[in-house]
T-cell receptor, first 112, second 113 residues
Framework: AQRVTQPEKLLSVFKGAPVELKCNYSYSGSPELFWYVQYSRQRLQLLLRHISRESIKGFTADLNKGETSFHLKKPFAQEEDSAMYYCALRDHGSGNTGKLIFGQGTTLQVKP | DVKVTQSSRYLVKRTGEKVFLECVQDMDHENMFWYRQDPGLGLRLIYFSYDVKMKEKGDIPEGYSVSREKKERFSLILESASTNQTSMYLC????????????FGPGTRLTVL
C-alpha cells in the first residue's frame, strides 16, 4: 500500500539553525511527491514539487529512491518559516483523479 | 492565480441539523476534493470528484455525502450533523493528473453543538 510517513509531529529549532523535515514514502514505482505548507490562519499551499527541482523560500527537497525519502531542508531557519508542513505522494492507483496521500504533518517552530 | 473559495469560514450548527458546505473553483479543474483536518490526524480525504456528477469515497466517507452538478462547484453535505464532525473542512481542486498539485480553499471551521 502507498503511504507517507512524517515521523516528527513537532520540530523546534532556533533561528539561523538548519532545518530538515523528514518524509518517507512507500511506493515501488516512480513517485510524484510534494511539500505543502500552512502558515497560521492561512490556506494550505503548495511549497514545492520534486519534478520541478525548485527552491522556494530557501527550501529544497531531494528525492532519494534508495531510502524512499523526500526530506525538506533549509540551511538557515527564519521565524517566518514557522508553520505546519505536509508531505504528499500522488496516489498512482487512482488514475487521473489527482488524488494525493498526505502524511500526518510536522509543525515547525522557529524560536528567536 | 487559482482561486478556490468556500462558502463560510466559520459555521456553528446543532446536532441533527443538515449542513451544506460549498466549494467553488475558477480554474476549470476536473478534480475536486473534500478533506477534514484534525490535530494529530493530518488531512483525511472524505470524498473526491473527477468529473461532473462523478464521485468517489475517500478514507472517511461515513456521515457525509457530496454533490457535483457543475464543474466548478463541489458541495459537502452532512445529513445529520454530530459532535464528532466538529472539524476544519478543506476543499481542493486540481487538473486531471497532478503534476501541478492540488490548490486549497481557506477552510471552513465547523462546530457542531
Amino acid at each position: 500500500a502507498q503511504r507517507v510517513t512524517q515521523p516528527e509531529k513537532l520540530l523546534s529549532v532556533f533561528k539561523g539553525a538548519p532545518v530538515e523535515l523528514k518524509c518517507n514514502y512507500s511506493y515501488s514505482g516512480s513517485p510524484e511527491l510534494f511539500w505543502y505548507v500552512q502558515y497560521s490562519r492561512q490556506r494550505l499551499q503548495l511549497l514545492l514539487r520534486h519534478i520541478s527541482r525548485e527552491s522556494i523560500k530557501g527550501f529544497t527537497a531531494d528525492l532519494n529512491k534508495g531510502e524512499t525519502s523526500f526530506h525538506l531542508k533549509k540551511p538557515f531557519a527564519q521565524e517566518e518559516d514557522s508553520a505546519m508542513y505536509y508531505c504528499a505522494l500522488r496516489d498512482h492507483g487512482s488514475g487521473n483523479t489527482g488524488k494525493l496521500i498526505f502524511g500526518q504533518g510536522t509543525t515547525l517552530q522557529v524560536k528567536p | 492565480d487559482v482561486k478556490v473559495t468556500q462558502s463560510s469560514r466559520y459555521l456553528v450548527k446543532r446536532t441533527g441539523e443538515k449542513v451544506f458546505l460549498e466549494c467553488v473553483q475558477d480554474m476549470d479543474h476536473e478534480n475536486m476534493f473534500w478533506y477534514r483536518q484534525d490535530p494529530g490526524l493530518g488531512l483525511r480525504l472524505i470524498y473526491f470528484s473527477y468529473d461532473v456528477k462523478m464521485k468517489e469515497k475517500g478514507d472517511i466517507p461515513e456521515g457525509y455525502s457530496v454533490s457535483r452538478e457543475k464543474k466548478e462547484r463541489f458541495s459537502l453535505i452532512l445529513e445529520s450533523a454530530s459532535t464528532n464532525q466538529t472539524s476544519m473542512y478543506l476543499c481542493a481542486s486540481s487538473f486531471a493528473g497532478t503534476a501541478s498539485g492540488q490548490f486549497f480553499g481557506p477552510g471552513t471551521r465547523l462546530t457542531v453543538l
